[in-house]
């Protein structure tokens, strides 16, 4: 099955953060601050676990044997689905007596498919409640709740301890943080010196207009899109050197097919399908999904 970015009949609830934000849909303004409520508001998603397994038994799968692999549909939120979480892996050059940390985990998808495959401890944070309720469950559906612990807080201000992780990845997850500054200060404060991480986010690479909805925002309240100039302005800052950047624009072909042959093409009048309005983006030049690359001096 062609994992896309999101699973459309799990879809978290379309909501919009209107209620708790003055911006205009549609906007192609960028906000300087996102709000942590509006952001959780718009990714919650109650009942999540059992949407994700009536669709599992719906096809036929043992709910009590799940493993990443089935799950990857469902839970890997990011452009490229399982194969870009193991590509960010691979960036990672991951052994199992890594202590590895996931920022953003979402309902933990990633997390699983790293730690099932390179037996490495991995811990994961996110904002959305909701997403560490249903990744607990599914942790325990695929037996590796001793490999991954979820916790909710934020990757502004994570509960952890300092030089306390040898790795860290974050997938599409800081279009939603505006402080560059201070999520690479974060990072950088829990890795232990010469610590890796990779950043695989959705950033600008090209001039024109950004709009919405995009499938990490309902509007430009919640959106930080960034160039990959400004991620690694950031991360020097923070005490990293840049190892590498990858352009996944290629890569994402699968997906921009998918979404084109499958989403509605927008109708006057209606905002776009997110998902398609993405692609667009992606195809257009204005947008790339982007790898970074990052070690901690010392
Ligand atoms: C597009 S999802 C990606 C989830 C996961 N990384 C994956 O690839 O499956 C973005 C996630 O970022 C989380 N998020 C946004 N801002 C955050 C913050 N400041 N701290 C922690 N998590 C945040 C959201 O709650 C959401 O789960």
Redesign the pocket.
């Known amino acids: 099955m062609l994992t896309i970015?999101?699973k459309d009949a799990i879809l978290p609830g379309d909501k919009t953060s209107r209620d708790k934000t003055s911006r205009d849909n549609n906007s192609t303004r960028e906000c300087a601050v996102?709000s942590?409520d509006a952001?959780?508001t718009y990714?919650r998603g109650q009942g999540l676990a059992e949407r994700i397994f009536t669709a599992l038994t719906d096809e036929g799968h043992d709910i009590s044997r799940l493993t990443p692999e089935i799950l990857a549909p469902y839970?890997?939120?990011?452009v490229g689905g399982m194969a870009a979480?193991q590509r960010v892996a691979g960036r990672l050059h991951l052994s199992p007596s890594h202590r590895v940390l996931?920022?953003?985990?979402?309902?933990?998808?990633?997390a699983r498919a790293i730690a099932a495959a390179h037996q490495c401890h991995v811990t994961g944070?996110?904002?959305?409640a909701d997403?560490i309720t249903t990744g607990t469950r599914l942790n325990a559906a695929c037996g590796l709740q001793t490999l991954v612990s979820l916790h909710h807080?934020?990757?502004?201000d994570m509960p952890f301890g300092s030089a306390g992780f040898d790795r860290a990845m974050?997938?599409?997850?800081g279009?939603?943080?505006a402080d560059k500054s201070t999520?690479m200060a974060e990072v950088a404060r829990v890795l232990v010196p010469g610590g890796l991480f990779c950043a695989y986010d959705v950033m600008r690479v090209g001039d024109g207009e950004i709009s919405f909805p995009l499938?990490?925002a309902p509007d430009a309240s919640v959106s930080a899109v960034e160039t990959p100039d400004t991620y690694i302005t950031a991360a020097e800052n923070a005490g990293f050197e840049l190892l590498s950047r990858h352009d996944g624009t290629d890569a994402a072909g699968a997906f921009i097919t998918h979404v084109i042959a499958t989403k509605p093409a927008p109708t006057p009048g209606q905002p776009p399908d997110r998902f398609r309005n993405l692609a667009v983006h992606i195809e257009s030049g204005i947008l790339a999904p982007t790898e970074l690359v990052l070690r901690k001096a010392g």
Do not use: K, Q, R
Not at 75 to 78: A, M, P, S
């Open positions: 970015f999101f996102t942590p952001i959780e990714y839970d890997e939120f990011h979480t996931d920022i953003g985990c979402g309902a933990g998808g990633p944070i996110d904002l959305t997403f807080g934020s990757a502004l974050m997938l599409h997850v279009m939603n943080i999520l499938p990490w």
